[in-house]
């Protein structure tokens, strides 16, 4: 008999971008990420816990270009160390479309909509 294999969980979370180099200074300068000692061509990763995050170039035959919005439907969300500390931030960098802090399942959560489109929420202490 055989074993089954199965999946243990997300691995890598890349999003896929026009402008890789504006939208890893986004990440960097507004959320404090840091980028990994190597990255593959095309790419920036950023040493993020537990799970790997990236941007970069769009897949052969990804089109970016047209009306919908970036990531409809997944739900990518970040953890802050201090979620209020880290909208506030956002909101005095100009950061567009910052929802107010709510209390969610996972403490203080906000959304907002980060390079390129993509909506991006973010929870924390």
């Known amino acids: 008999m055989s074993a089954t294999a199965t999946v243990e969980g997300p691995d890598f979370v890349a999003l896929q971008v026009q402008d890789v180099p504006a939208a890893a200074a986004f990440f960097e300068e507004h959320l404090g990420l840091r980028r990994a000692a190597a990255s593959p061509p095309g790419a920036v990763v950023f040493t993020t816990s537990p799970i790997p995050f990236a941007v970069r170039e769009p897949l052969p035959g990804t089109d970016l270009t047209g009306d919908a919005r970036p990531g409809l439907g997944v739900a990518l ?27 969610g399942p996972f403490g203080p959560t906000f959304s907002f909509t980060g390079p390129e489109g993509y909506r991006l929420t973010v929870h924390g202490d």
């Open 77 to 103: 969300w970040l953890r802050a160390s201090d979620a209020r500390a880290l909208r506030e931030q956002l909101v005095r960098a100009g950061t567009q479309d910052v929802s107010p802090v709510q209390d």
